[in-house]
């Protein structure tokens, strides 16, 4: 893929809404990730007038929203099926398993946020 050459003063369309979600997710942690769904929606309503590299980070930002989405279903899950095993003894390193996946998933999906924000603010592509 090539990247659009722009001249001074000229930019993609849909800059600001793509450095307010990456913002929006960065500061989902502290917010119990309530901001993370105002980033999405910042991010689907912009997705159509966004242009060159602004549109391949609101991209990238959707993309990390469901995968990290649907790992978050999945070891939440495992926690939940671990909890019954817990009570008969076997399960309490499957639940502290699935707990630090999710730890891990959350400090992953910062750190992505954070680097994609820094990359649009240098106006390089995701």
């Given at each position: 893929m090539?990247?659009?050459n722009f001249t001074a003063g000229q930019e993609a369309e849909g800059k600001v809404p793509a450095l307010i979600a990456?913002?929006?997710?960065i500061l989902s942690i502290p917010s119990a990730n309530l901001f993370v769904l105002v980033?999405?929606?910042?991010?689907?309503?912009?997705?159509?007038?966004?242009?060159?590299?602004?549109?391949?980070?609101?991209?990238?930002?959707i993309r990390l929203f469901w995968s990290v989405f649907w790992w978050t279903v999945a070891c939440w899950l495992g926690i939940a099926i671990s909890i019954p095993f817990i009570l008969i003894g076997v399960g309490f390193f499957t639940a502290i398993a699935f707990g630090l996946a999710l730890l891990v998933l959350h400090v992953w999906f910062t750190v992505k946020?954070?680097?994609?924000?820094?990359?649009?603010?240098?106006?390089?592509?995701i």
């Open positions: 090539t990247t659009p990456w913002a929006l997710f980033g999405m929606v910042v991010s689907y309503v912009s997705r159509g007038a966004a242009t060159g590299i602004p549109r391949r980070h609101i991209e990238a930002q946020s954070v680097l994609g924000l820094i990359q649009l603010l240098q106006d390089r592509p």
